[in-house]
């Protein structure tokens, strides 16, 4: 019962912004977006996350819909370092112990 | 360097072998996981634990025990595995459990022959 969609795969040239969709249309108002990445053979790396309105760190920016069915995460000036699968997940703001459940991601291939 | 360290990184061990990963947390945190990631399959949490005390076993096989002598430590024991084990064994902690910001270790590259 996938709560999100992604695209499986995506490239972008280095130095420009690199824009991951994702889907989560059946979100419920308590829930949260959080993005993570895993670059490969590594253990995934928590990029961001955000409720309704925009965030930005030094990693990334996040840009929420309004109606909060889908969002983008925004990698301003990629480097081949980003290449890594990013996964979009909903989690409520009460956690739980049952840990981080990834989807398939996308995979981001970041192209010299 | 995301402050959760594990080690051996890679790991070969046959089926009659007694061998323990380990993780340790610089962080502070007081919740920690162990997590299974088999080749084109997604995350499998195999424990968690909660200052210490184990909150959570998701029916791991006993071949698989886990030892938490403090809340910077964090042990997964084996014995006796079988080649369908071998994976990537991936610890994570979190400043409370079901902490949705979970920083995870480089990961032990497990194989079973």
């Known amino acids: 019962d996938a709560k999100t969609t992604q695209p499986p795969s995506m490239d972008c040239a280095e130095g420009r912004a690199a824009n991951l969709p994702c889907n989560h249309s059946t979100i419920s108002g308590n829930e949260y977006v959080y993005w993570y990445r895993q670059i490969h053979s590594q253990g995934p790396q928590y990029i961001i996350h955000?409720?309704?309105n925009n965030e930005t760190n030094e990693m990334a920016s996040l840009i929420i819909t309004e109606d909060r069915k889908s969002s983008t995460l925004i990698l301003p000036h990629a480097t081949l370092r980003d290449t890594a699968v990013y996964y979009c997940?909903?989690?409520?703001?009460?956690?739980?112990?049952?840990?981080?459940?990834f989807g398939k991601g996308t995979h981001l291939i970041i192209q010299p | 360097e995301t402050g959760v360290t594990q080690t051996p990184r890679h790991l070969v061990m046959g089926m009659t072998n007694k061998k323990s990963l380990k993780c340790e947390q610089h962080?502070?945190?007081?919740?920690m996981y162990w997590y299974k990631q088999s080749a084109k399959k997604p995350l499998e949490l195999m424990f968690v634990y909660n200052f210490k005390e184990q909150t959570e076993n998701n029916s791991v096989p006993s071949r698989f025990s886990p030892e938490c002598p403090n809340s910077s430590h964090l042990f997964l024991h084996l014995h006796t595995l079988q080649p369908e084990d071998s994976a990537l064994y991936l610890c994570?902690?979190?400043?409370?459990?079901?902490?949705?910001?979970?920083?995870f270790g480089a990961g032990t590259r497990l194989s079973v022959l």
């Open positions: 962080l502070g945190h007081n919740a």
């Open positions: 994570a902690s979190s400043q409370r459990v079901g902490g949705n910001i979970q920083y």
């Open positions: 955000g409720l309704k």
């Open positions: 997940i909903v989690l409520d703001s009460g956690g739980g112990a049952d840990g981080l459940t």
